[in-house]
């Protein structure tokens, strides 16, 4: 929604999808045709074809599941893309069991270590909506190449004051000698299964949405 609300404003704004089982791009498709391809089952060629773009000045968004956005498209995320660090930006659903109803084809637990391998990547794992709210604006302000990895259902909303994203990481609890750093789904469940004890022992916990490149002096 927040990407459908930028490209009525702005009309570089591509958005090319793998998908049409998501209802949220319904509205896009039907009010901005012009900005919004479907390129099928062949999300190999929708990564060509956003390097195109990429190089024709437009701001690019390439939308499939993630199993198939990134292991299947690796090769081409990486020449295609990184090679020539174009400012495109990867929206991988379903982080790894997230479809396993559908079988082992579905399930993504290798992308992690691919992508933050490949040179030139920024890879963000957000916890929470108003994160992915602020990561698809500083996509627009500011392009690059960039993937987001989004679950599959939806999250609940964790850091209500805005999120900091330029430093990559938000510090929610205070701690001394021992400090929890987790990201996306895995955090939600942590925070659920914090209690009075955790906080007795005064460890800390942070939510590091950005995984590449790291604030390495900062999370210091």
């Known amino acids: 929604d927040k990407i459908y609300e930028m490209a009525l404003k702005d009309k570089d704004i591509y958005f090319i999808s793998a998908d049409l089982g998501a209802p949220a791009l ?14 099928g089952i062949s999300e190999q060629n929708m990564i060509d074809v956003a390097a195109g773009l ?11 599941m993630g199993p198939f956005i990134t292991l299947r498209c690796l090769e081409q995320l990486k020449c295609s893309l ?34 933050r391998s490949i040179v030139n990547f ?19 302000k500011k392009p690059a190449l960039r993937v987001f990895r989004l679950d599959r259902n939806a999250v609940e909303d964790i850091h209500i004051q805005g999120v900091p994203v330029g430093t990559g990481f938000v510090e929610l609890k205070k701690g001394k000698q021992i400090g929890i750093l987790s990201c996306g789904y895995v955090f939600q469940r942590i925070l659920k299964n914090w209690s009075e004890v955790t906080n007795e022992l005064e460890i800390g916990l942070v939510d590091v ?5 790291l604030n390495l002096e900062e999370l210091k």
């Open 26 to 39: 319904d509205r896009f498709r039907e009010d901005l045709p012009e900005q919004f391809l479907h390129a």
């Open 82 to 115: 990184a090679q020539m660090n174009l400012p495109v930006t990867v929206i991988s659903v379903g982080l790894g069991l997230g479809y396993a109803d559908a079988g082992p084809t579905h399930y993504i637990t290798e992308d992690f270590a691919c992508l």
């Open 122 to 140: 920024e890879v963000y794992t957000p916890s929470d909506l108003s994160t992915v709210v602020e990561l698809a604006e500083l996509s627009n």
């Open 209 to 213: 949405f950005r995984n590449k490149p």
């Open 54 to 64: 990429g190089l024709s000045g437009k701001k690019v968004y390439v939308y499939a």
